[in-house]
Each structure stands twice: as C-alpha cells, then as structure tokens.
C-alpha cells in the first residue's frame, strides 16, 4: 500500500468539508440503528448495559453505521435489514475501542474518562466480549452467509491489526508500510466491511460491491491518518483524547516516522529515547511537537490522508450522481479536514 503524495492546499472561497450531508442523508436510519443497539445493549446485569452506555451514548458520530445506510441509500435499497446489521458494527467497534482502552491504559474516551478508569479493566474487557457476542447475534438473525464472512473477517482483521501495533510498539525501525499495513487493519477493515454489507443487502453486482469496499477502506485509512496527526496538533477536547497518548505509548504513527527520518543525529537519539519510554515527560512531548512541526511532518501526513480520501472518492465514480453520492464524498473530505 503505497502513496502518491498531493499538496494539501485549501481552494480560495472554498465551502469547508462538513459531514452534514452524510448526517441529513442517514438521520432516519440512524433513529432506527440506535433502536437496535438501545435494545440489544440491554441485560439482566445492570454493569453491562451501564457500562455499554458509557461509551455508546459518549458522543461518537456513528460513522461506521452511518456507511452502511449511506451505501444503501446510494444503491437504491429499499428494505431494513441494514438496520441490524449498522447496529452490528456500531457494537463490533464499540467493543474494539473497550478493550483498546485496556489495553493502552488510556484514561479519556470521546472527552471523558474512559470506561476502564471508571469500571476497571475486567468489567471493560468483560462487556467488551458481550458487544461481540451481540454483534454476532445481529448477522446470523439477519441469515446471509455473506454478511457473516464479511464482518467476521472484519474482526478477525482488526485483532490481527491491533496485535501488529502492540508488536510494532516502542520499535523505531518501523516503516511507513509497516504502519499503513497497521491502519488498514485495524481501522480501515471495518470502514470496508460496512460499507459493502449495503451492496449485499441489495443484492448489487460485484463491481458495485467492490467499489463501496474501496470507498470504505481509503476512508478509514484517511480517517486513521488524521487521527494520528492530531495526536500532535490538537488539544484534549478536539480529540476527544488525552494530547500525546500516542508519544507516551511509543506508537509508530506517521508524524513520527516522518520526523525521525528527517532529523538530524540528535532529533534521532530524542526519538529513539522518547519511543522506548525514557523520555515522556510533559517538556518532552512538547520538544517532540516541535521537531514534527519543525519538520512539517503534520501537513505530511494529511496530504497522504487527502490522496486516500481522494481514492474514496473515485471509488464511487460508478454510481450515478446524486445526494447520496454527493454525500458520501464530501465525508471524505471531511475526514481529512477535521481539526485543519
């Protein structure tokens, strides 16, 4: 997976990218996504739907689910049974963002404090696995074997992704291949799978299919690219997140990469030093900022995110003009543009 680099410039009078359209566009779906998931979140535990409800009520856009009824809007789908299977993802990635937080001892999700800081990390890991289990409850109700394969390959994906990062962690040698192998694992598996369960539901040829699967995964790549330049631009409460978790963790993301193989000698030794966790103090998350911003490995890193999301783009090329498509566009434009 490689890139073609395009200078990242905002047009003169150019609308800002908005993800407005896409949210007009799904509104009504999503009134019914969320039914499902308010429903199937629900247990005789009270810890599990109150810790569920920690995180699924947090805020989050529901882009993932958001792709599912976008897709099916875009192909002219006319029955429901996306509904279940939008709640399905929503939960698949729920679940994976629990047991992230674990895993990553991170202590804000989505502006607040994270379900392992309020319930502990059993309890997070635990309901974790009862999203799954409902996720899976969701696809065989909806009694397609190709639904099924597709989001459970998903989740295979992404643990496979996830395990890749937490081997390629605190390991300078890590290539910008390495990492975009990574991202497309654990984040752009499931913009795929989501998107293209739309044209399964609708029974859309295999070049349709194809093609809502491309626009999905160069989404979430672009999507994952800027979530990582953040890590390096942005404060707490734009991303939801603590500043320099990333740093502090000893992720490989590519602000890094970059800035580690554009330093001198003594950026270098910084690097290696800060990503093996012996310099992760507040003055040297600070000092770490500057070199990527000295570099200007930030705007590097969105220009490779805007030649994905270009890609998302063209991969609708196919489909007729129209609201849907419109939509669908500018979002990955938006995903790029967040935080700019």
Same mark, same amino acid.
């Given at each position: 997976?490689?890139?073609?680099?395009?200078?990242?410039?905002? *047009?003169?009078?150019?609308?800002?990218?908005?993800?407005?359209?896409?949210?007009? $566009?799904?509104?009504?779906?999503?009134?019914? =996504?969320? !039914? =499902? &998931?308010?429903?199937?979140?629900?247990?005789?535990?009270?810890? &599990?739907?109150?810790?569920?409800?920690?995180?699924?009520?947090?805020?989050?856009?529901? @882009?993932?689910?958001? $792709?599912?009824?976008?897709?099916?809007? @875009?192909?002219?789908? %006319?029955?429901?049974?996306?509904?279940?299977? !939008?709640?399905?993802?929503?939960? +698949?990635?729920?679940?994976?963002?629990?047991?992230?937080?674990?895993?990553?001892?991170?202590?804000?999700?989505?502006?607040?404090?994270?379900?392992?800081?309020?319930?502990?990390?059993? *309890?997070?890991?635990?309901?974790? /696995?009862?999203?799954?289990?409902?996720?899976?409850?969701?696809?065989?109700?909806?009694?397609?074997?190709?639904?099924?394969?597709? $989001?459970?390959?998903?989740?295979?994906? +992404?643990?496979?992704?996830?395990? !890749?990062? @937490?081997?390629?962690?605190?390991?300078?040698?890590?290539?910008? %291949?390495?990492?975009?192998?990574?991202?497309?694992?654990?984040?752009?598996?499931?913009? *795929?799978?989501?998107?293209?369960?739309?044209?399964?539901?609708?029974?859309?040829?295999?070049?349709?299919?194809?093609?809502?699967?491309?626009?999905?995964?160069?989404?979430? +790549?672009?999507? %994952? $690219?800027?979530?990582?330049?953040?890590?390096?631009?942005?404060?707490?409460?734009?991303?939801?997140?603590?500043?320099?978790?990333?740093?502090?963790?000893?992720?490989?993301?590519?602000?890094?990469?970059?800035?580690?193989?554009?330093?001198?000698?003594?950026?270098?030794?910084?690097?290696?030093?800060?990503? @093996?966790?012996?310099?992760?103090?507040?003055? /040297?998350?600070?000092?770490? =900022?500057?070199? =990527?911003?000295?570099?200007?490995?930030?705007?590097?890193?969105?220009?490779?995110?805007?030649?994905?999301?270009?890609?998302? !783009?063209?991969?609708?090329?196919?489909?007729?003009?129209?609201?849907?498509?419109?939509?669908?566009?500018?979002?990955?434009?938006?995903?790029?543009?967040?935080?700019?």
């Amino acid at each position: 997976m490689t890139a073609e680099i395009v200078p990242l410039r905002k *047009a003169s009078g150019a609308p800002e990218a908005s993800i407005d359209a896409m949210l007009g $566009l799904t509104a009504s779906g999503l009134n019914a =996504v969320n !039914a =499902v &998931i308010l429903d199937r979140m629900q247990s005789e535990i009270p810890l &599990i739907p109150s810790l569920a409800g920690h995180l699924i009520s947090g805020g989050g856009k529901r @882009l993932r689910p958001m $792709l599912t009824l976008a897709g099916a809007e @875009l192909v002219g789908y %006319q029955g429901t049974r996306h509904y279940k299977l !939008a709640a399905a993802v929503e939960f +698949i990635h729920t679940a994976t963002l629990l047991h992230d937080d674990v895993v990553d001892g991170s202590e804000m999700r989505r502006g607040k404090a994270a379900a392992n800081i309020i319930f502990g990390n059993p *309890a997070t890991v635990l309901v974790g /696995d009862f999203l799954f289990s409902r996720a899976f409850e969701l696809m065989t109700e909806d009694g397609s074997l190709k639904v099924l394969k597709i $989001l459970s390959s998903a989740s295979a994906i +992404i643990a496979e992704g996830e395990v !890749a990062q @937490l081997t390629s962690q605190r390991k300078i040698t890590t290539s910008e %291949q390495r990492y975009l192998d990574i991202i497309g694992s654990k984040t752009a598996a499931l913009f *795929a799978a989501a998107s293209r369960i739309a044209a399964v539901v609708a029974e859309c040829s295999d070049a349709e299919e194809q093609a809502l699967d491309d626009y999905g995964r160069n989404l979430g +790549i672009a999507f %994952q $690219l800027v979530d990582d330049a953040l890590d390096y631009s942005s404060d707490a409460a734009e991303m939801g997140k603590d500043r320099g978790d990333d740093f502090r963790e000893g992720k490989m993301t590519l602000p890094v990469i970059l800035a580690y193989a554009r330093g001198d000698a003594e950026e270098r030794k910084f690097w290696e030093a800060a990503i @093996l966790g012996h310099r992760t103090s507040d003055e /040297d998350l600070a000092h770490a =900022v500057s070199l =990527v911003e000295r570099h200007d490995c930030v705007t590097a890193t969105r220009e490779r995110a805007r030649h994905f999301a270009q890609r998302a !783009a063209d991969a609708l090329s196919i489909f007729p003009d129209g609201k849907a498509r419109e939509a669908m566009v500018e979002a990955a434009h938006f995903a790029v543009a967040r935080g700019f």
